[in-house]
């Protein structure tokens, strides 16, 4: 799958230097040239949240052929267009954002594929690998991409795109590991996946410093492949071949960096790692900014694919293994609309940025905002959870009622417990901080109170979207929060373990159940 993959990634960067190369002689407008990386890049702000619900639920082996023959179908729609001159900017971009709407609905899967393939110590290299895999890519696809525009045309990289999805189709139909694991518990729904993985991802906050601190370097970082190839044209005097050997330039060293990181990571920590790769990348923009020579340039680049390979494998393996395996599709495609889309705003904006203040101006204000970056990172450190404690807790049984409830209404569900003496305040403040891993197994609303008479009496109570829901959320309680239940356990009086109550939404053709 790796060397499909690889294929793929080639065919992917020789059609975007066919775009790029084509869309300048098709107009002068930096805004439209900077607005192809936008288009690539905005299907996964549109698509990529309903995408990784989708990516959790079906058969993932379907999902990545048909969506791979999509994304041949449109390159093949681009590149007969492309020979018969029938290619206009909006019907550039058009494409190319049907292509990225294609590479949408693959991505949350397949990103969550490669780490399953081997142990999970291995895991943070495959990750690595992965975006070494792309980056070689970046290394070869340009290289290629530039040499076969100046000597034939757009179009025929734009086959050449359509023809790399084939060995990607073949490797997937071969595999035979994408049905999803049995559950107890009845199919989830799209929306309800889209609204769990919502959940789980707004009420961690670990997953939210990942985010921010992704999307902020985004933002920023992805000015320097916007405004390449203006860099490559108007300041280096380069043809598309001087243009796609800078990209090489970022590829050798996006190499570089993953031989180097296994390493990097026994020396340094991760917050280390990611501090410093975005201090050099901003020396890399900054440098961009001033450097009027094709050598210095390149040799920047190279130190710039070090920096971005260590950041992207230290953003993406610090957020997958902060998910569970149910929520890791559904988890993905959250990062992938802030990572994708702070790419895609900042293009747009650079672009506008460099219109009006020139390219000089634009890359120094980029690489003030890594610097900004940076300065956050301190800040809002990263948080370390071992993948074990994400592992499901296992052991919980269902609930037993003296009726079956439906499923199409809310439940409330009560604990009371009551504190060992003096020990109150610890067991409020332990419920409390117990609000996010409810709300991240599944409840909407989370509330604690204490008994105006009793203080040791202290009632939970939480809702969850329909009793299905409530199953589920019994399956994905992990290790970690097990762990706290049972030191919050330990708080209670031995004499009086913790009650549980069920209470069903009443509706008019129901009347109220009750737990036995």
């Known amino acids: 799958m790796a060397s499909a993959q690889f294929l793929s990634n080639v065919g992917g960067w020789m059609q975007t230097v066919g775009s790029q190369e084509l869309m300048l002689t098709l107009t002068t407008s930096t805004t439209l040239v900077a607005l192809i990386q936008t288009a690539a890049g905005l299907p996964v702000v549109l698509l990529a949240v309903p995408a990784g619900a989708i990516g959790d639920l079906v058969d993932r082996r379907r999902l990545l052929i048909a969506s791979q023959l999509f994304m041949l179908l449109a390159a093949v729609a681009l590149a007969a267009l492309a020979f018969a001159g029938l290619v206009t900017p909006l019907v550039l971009l058009a494409l190319i954002f049907a292509v990225g709407a294609g590479q949408t609905v693959t991505s949350p ?6 780490p399953e393939l081997v142990a999970p110590e291995d895991r943070t290299q495959a990750i690595a690998l992965g975006a070494v895999n792309q980056n070689l890519s970046r290394a070869i696809g340009p290289a290629i991409g530039g040499a076969l525009y100046a000597a034939t045309s757009a179009g025929v990289l734009f086959v050449a795109n359509a023809v790399s999805f084939v060995p990607v189709i073949g490797a997937v139909a071969r595999w035979r590991g994408g049905a999803r694991p049995a559950s107890t518990t009845a ?5 309800d996946a889209i609204r769990a993985g919502a959940r789980y991802v707004a009420s961690s906050p670990a997953l939210r410093v990942i985010l921010l601190r992704a999307g902020l370097f985004m933002v920023f970082a992805n000015s320097i492949w916007a405004l390449l190839p203006l860099v490559a044209h108007s300041r280096l005097h380069l043809g598309s071949g001087g243009y796609g050997l800078l990209l090489g330039g970022v590829g050798v060293g996006a190499v570089t960096g993953a031989a180097s990181l296994p390493r990097l990571r026994a020396r340094v920590s991760s917050a280390a790692l990611m501090l410093g790769s975005t201090i050099v990348f901003a020396g890399v923009t900054l440098s961009l900014a001033y450097l009027r020579a094709s050598v210095p340039a ?12 260590l950041v992207l494998s230290t953003l993406n393996s610090q957020y997958q293994s902060t998910l569970p395996d149910w929520a890791k599709a559904r988890g993905m ?3 992938l609309v802030i ?18 203040v020139g390219l000089t101006g634009a890359l120094l204000a980029a690489a003030i905002g890594l610097a900004l970056v940076a300065v956050v990172g301190v800040w809002l450190p990263f948080k370390d959870i071992a993948p074990v404690d994400l592992v499901p807790a296992g052991d919980w049984p269902d609930p037993r009622l003296r009726v079956a409830p439906g499923s199409d209404g809310p439940v409330l569900v009560t604990v009371e417990y009551w504190a060992l003496p003096r020990r109150e305040p610890d067991l409020v403040e332990a ?3 117990g609000r996010y891993a409810r709300r991240r197994t599944g409840a ?7 008994d105006a008479a009793d203080s040791a009496h202290v009632l939970e109570q939480f809702v969850v979207g329909s009793w299905d829901e409530h199953l589920r959320q019994h399956e994905r309680v992990s290790r970690r929060d097990q762990e706290r239940l049972d030191r919050i356990r ?6 009086r373990p913790p009650t549980v109550t069920h209470w069903l939404a009443r509706d008019k053709d129901r009347q109220p159940a009750e737990e036995s």
């Open 490 to 495: 330990a708080m209670t009086d031995p004499n």
């Open 109 to 114: 899967t397949w990103q969550t594929l490669q």
């Open 187 to 191: 199919r989830e729904h799209v929306v």
């Open 339 to 356: 990572f994708q889309g702070g790419g895609a705003l900042g293009s747009a904006a650079f672009g506008v940025v460099a219109q009006h």
């Open 431 to 433: 419920l409390s901080a």
């Open 298 to 309: 390149a040799l920047a680049l190279v130190l710039g694919g070090v920096a971005w390979i």
């Open 444 to 450: 909407t609303r989370w509330r604690v109170w204490r």
């Open 333 to 335: 495609s959250y990062y």
